[in-house]
């Protein structure tokens, strides 16, 4: 995936298969499938497999802004590869992506600026 025109994580081992998510979060595929269906997750297709970014989920949940960040993503147009490439578009003003800044201080300045694209 190193050489791979597609947004995300550039590293392999910072994707998860979504079994491997299931185990994470000690849920059944099945539930993993419905937080997709609900955009409490985002996965897309890599190698013909459907991944999640690795720190998408922290530890054993899913990032606590997330799925408003995906929905107010959703609102604003993008698809599932466009919200991914904003999550991880590096941006000076945050430590290092919004993606990242998810599992920090800064979450909510993430949520308000996903909330003004819709606009």
């Known amino acids: 995936m ?3 025109p597609h947004a995300g994580p550039t590293d392999d081992a910072d ?3 979504l079994p491997d998510v299931a185990v994470r979060l000690d ?3 099945s539930k993993v499938h419905q937080m997709i ?3 409490e997750l985002l996965a897309v297709r890599r190698d013909g497999i459907r991944r ?3 720190d998408l989920v922290a530890n054993d949940t899913v990032r606590k802004h997330l799925p408003g960040v995906l929905n107010l993503l959703k609102d604003a147009g993008y698809d599932d590869e466009d919200a991914l490439r904003w999550l991880y578009e590096a941006d000076d003003t945050l430590p290092g992506t919004p993606a990242r800044a998810l599992g920090g201080d800064q979450a909510r300045e993430v949520k308000r600026r996903a909330q003004a694209l819709g606009f």
């Open 15 to 17: 994707w998860l298969t």
């Open 27 to 29: 849920v059944t595929i």
């Open 52 to 54: 999640i970014p690795a």
């Open 2 to 4: 190193t050489d791979s």
């Open 37 to 39: 269906r609900d955009r």
